[in-house]
C-alpha cells in the first residue's frame, strides 16, 4: 500500500538520489522512519505526517538541524528547510542483498540488559529542566517527561531524593542527570542553566520552573525569615529560572518556560500571604515576559494553575498556626499537573487550569467581591477545629526528613469534613456566579 502524501510503500526503501546533499542523507526511509544502515540498528529520525524530524549530530557535536525538523516529504521528494530539493528512490531488494553479501562477517555484539526504548514523539530528545523534581507536582513532571523520551536535568535541594527520582526516569529508558540546586541562590541557578547546557549539547528546549514551599499562620505570628523564604523561593526562585533559561532559548530562537502557579494565584490565601504574594507576582511576572518575547514567536511562556494537588506540600511546609494543616478537598492527583505540562511542551498554550476547582475559583476571583473574606472566615473556622501541632518551619530552610513521594496520601483520607466545607464553598460561589451572571442579563 502507498502512503498517499509520501508517495513510499510500505515495506519499502528509499534513498537520497541528489548526489551533492546524500552525504547528509547516507541511510533510507523505512515505514516512516530514518535509518543509517541497513541493519536496522540507528534510527535517527521519523515522520510525523510529512514532517522530516532529523535528530542527528555534526562532526561537532552539534545538531545537523538545530530544531530538529529536517524540512518535508511529499511524492517522493524532500524540501528541506532551506528550500533544497531532493528526489528519493526506491532501494531494489537485490541491491540490499548484495550490499549484505560483501559485508564481512562480524560477531554479533554482546548482550546488554534489556531497557525500554523512549518513546518516539515531538519530545524525543528534548533537553528539560525541572526545578523542584523530588516530590510532589515535580516528581510527577519528570516521569511524564521521561516516559516521552524527553532528556531530563532534574533538580532540587534533597540529593537523596533527587537521585531516586533519576533511577525512575533512568529506568524508562531516557538520559537523565541530578543537579542539587537551591533556587533561593542565584550563583546554583546559572550553575544549573550551564551543565543542563552542555548536558543538551549547548540547547536547553524546556524549562520547568516548579520548586516551591509555603508557609501557613497568621501574617505577624509567621517570622519575617519565613515569609522572606517562601518569597525567595516561589517568587524570586522562578525569576531566577527564567533569567538563566531565556538566553539560551534566544541564542537557538525557540525554547518553552513553563511555571507552576495555583488558584492561589486569582484568590489571596489569607494565612499565607507571602505565598499568595509569589503567586500574584509571578503573573505579573510571566505577563511582562511575553511581552518583551514578541519578536521570538518560537519561545513561550505557559502557565499552570492548579487546584489543590495531593502532594505532600501541606504535610512538609512551614506551620506556624499550632494546629494540625488539612488541604481543603475537592484534592486532585499531581499526575494531571505533570500531563498538563507536557500538553504545555508539545504544543504551548499561555494559561491552563488543572481542576475544575480552579476554573470555578478563577471565574470567581472576577465575578465576586469579598471572596478572599469568605476564605479568611473558613480557615479561622477549620483551624480552630484542628487538633494541637507544634510549631514547625517544616521545609522552608532545608529539605524535610520524611519519605519523599508523588503523593501526600490525601485522598486516602476518610475524614470527609474539608471536602464537604469546600462543596459547600463551591456552590456558595457557583450560586453567587449565576446570580451576579443572570442580574447582568436583565
Not at 562480524?106 to 534489556?114: G, I, R, T, V, Y
Not at 533538580?155 to 541530578?178: H, K, N, P
Request: aromatic content about 8%; some cysteine.
Amino acid at each position: 500500500m502507498i502512503d498517499q502524501a509520501t508517495g513510499m510503500k510500505l515495506g519499502e526503501r528509499y534513498s537520497v538520489e541528489n548526489v551533492e546533499r546524500a552525504h547528509q542523507f547516507p541511510g533510507f526511509f523505512l515505514d516512516g522512519k530514518y535509518y543509517l544502515g541497513p541493519e536496522l540498528l540507528t534510527a535517527v529520525g521519523w515522520l510525523e505526517g510529512t514532517k522530516f524530524i532529523y535528530d542527528s549530530l555534526d562532526a561537532e557535536g552539534e545538531p545537523v538541524f538545530p530544531d530538529r525538523v529536517a524540512g518535508t516529504l511529499e511524492g517522493l521528494k524532500l524540501v528541506l528547510i532551506d528550500g533544497t530539493a531532493l528526489e528519493l528512490s526506491r532501494i531494489e531488494a537485490s541491491s540490499i542483498l548484495a550490499s549484505a553479501a560483501d559485508e564481512p562477517e562480524q560477531d554479533p555484539p554482546p548482550a546488554e540488559p534489556s531497557r525500554p526504548a523512549p518513546t518516539k514523539g515531538p519530545l524525543r530528545g528534548k533537553v528539560v529542566v525541572i526545578t523542584g523534581a523530588s516530590s510532589g507536582i515535580g516528581r510527577a513532571a519528570a516521569h511524564a517527561f521521561a516516559c516521552k523520551g524527553a532528556r531530563l536535568v532534574l533538580a532540587a535541594r534533597d540529593e537523596e531524593a533527587l537521585f531516586d527520582v533519576l533511577d525512575e526516569c533512568t529506568d524508562c529508558g531516557t538520559d537523565a542527570v541530578a543537579i542539587t540546586t537551591d533556587v533561593t541562590r542565584s550563583d546554583e541557578v546559572q550553575a544549573l542553566a550551564e551543565q543542563a547546557a552542555e548536558f543538551g549539547q549547548g540547547r536547553i528546549d524546556i524549562w520547568v520552573n516548579n520548586a516551591g514551599v509555603g508557609a501557613v499562620g497568621s501574617f505577624e505570628d509567621t517570622p519575617l525569615e519565613a515569609h522572606e523564604q517562601v518569597i525567595q523561593t516561589d517568587l524570586v526562585g522562578y525569576l531566577r529560572g527564567a533569567h538563566v533559561a531565556l538566553p539560551y532559548f534566544k541564542a537557538q530562537r525557540s525554547g518553552t518556560l513553563i511555571n507552576t502557579l495555583s488558584l492561589g494565584s486569582w484568590i489571596a490565601q489569607p494565612y499565607a500571604a507571602a505565598y499568595s504574594a509569589s503567586k500574584f507576582g509571578l503573573r505579573g511576572l510571566t505577563d511582562a515576559l511575553r511581552g518583551e518575547l514578541t519578536e521570538f514567536p518560537d519561545i513561550h511562556v505557559c502557565d499552570i494553575y492548579p487546584a489543590v494537588m495531593d502532594t505532600p506540600g501541606f504535610r512538609d511546609g512551614g506551620n506556624y498556626t499550632g494546629h494540625i494543616l488539612t488541604p481543603p478537598g475537592p484534592i486532585y492527583d499531581p499526575e494531571l499537573v505533570a500531563k498538563a505540562m507536557v500538553a504545555c511542551a508539545i504544543s504551548p498554550r499561555a494559561h491552563t487550569t488543572v481542576g475544575a476547582a480552579a476554573r470555578v475559583a478563577h471565574l470567581a476571583s472576577f465575578l465576586v467581591p469579598g471572596l478572599p473574606l469568605l476564605s479568611g472566615w473558613l480557615t479561622r473556622w477549620g483551624l480552630s477545629r484542628s487538633p494541637s501541632a507544634a510549631i514547625s518551619s517544616g521545609n522552608l530552610f532545608e529539605p524535610p526528613s520524611s519519605r519523599r513521594s508523588v503523593d501526600g496520601g490525601w485522598r486516602n483520607r476518610k475524614d470527609n469534613k474539608p471536602l464537604l466545607v469546600s462543596a459547600a464553598v463551591l456552590g456558595i460561589i457557583a450560586g453567587l456566579v449565576i446570580s451576579r451572571t443572570s442580574r447582568k442579563r436583565r
